[in-house]
């Protein structure tokens, strides 16, 4: 019973409604201390979405935040050694490396949230599979507000270079 209410209490849970469809967020090892804030962020990032770009077929969508790299490793499957955060497309679910887990800002780790959940979105439009992959990339960083000047730049190099 005891070893129960540890497992219970390492993980947080909440299921939620969005403009994409249901939402169950998932945090492991419960290091997250701004859960209103990042319900608010999903709520209103998939309004904008909705709003901008047009409504979607809601399905049910999950995000699973942890504060270990194993068991990130361990959801995720196969990703870049580098990656922090994944959008998986047939189980239609975000994983997501905590902030310290990480290496990252609070402030980073909401634009990086932001990001996938514009793959959540895109993987909902049906002709998902015909859209480039450098489209999808540009819409979910133009959303999660990650352009930089240096991402400027590099665009306007390759835009003169014809690449």
Avoid: R
């Amino acid at each position: 019973m005891i070893y129960l209410l540890l497992l219970i209490s390492l993980t947080f849970s909440t299921t939620f409604h969005t403009q994409i469809g249901k939402c169950t967020m998932e945090i492991y090892d419960g290091k997250i201390n701004n859960i209103p804030e990042l319900i608010d962020i999903i709520k209103s990032e998939t309004k904008i979405l909705v709003s901008d770009l047009g409504q979607v077929t809601q399905k049910p969508f999950s995000i699973h935040i942890t504060n270990d790299l194993n068991k990130f490793n361990e959801i995720a499957g196969p990703v870049p050694e580098w990656g922090i955060a994944v959008a998986k497309n047939k189980s239609n679910k975000i994983i997501m490396q905590s902030p310290n887990v990480a290496q990252i800002s609070y402030s980073k780790f909401k634009k990086v949230l932001k990001h996938e959940l514009n793959h959540i979105y895109i993987f909902q439009i049906p002709q998902y599979e015909t859209i480039p992959s450098w489209f999808k990339e540009g819409i979910a960083m133009y959303y999660s507000n990650e352009f930089s000047i240096l991402h400027k730049i590099e665009l306007s190099h390759f835009l003169w270079k014809k690449k």
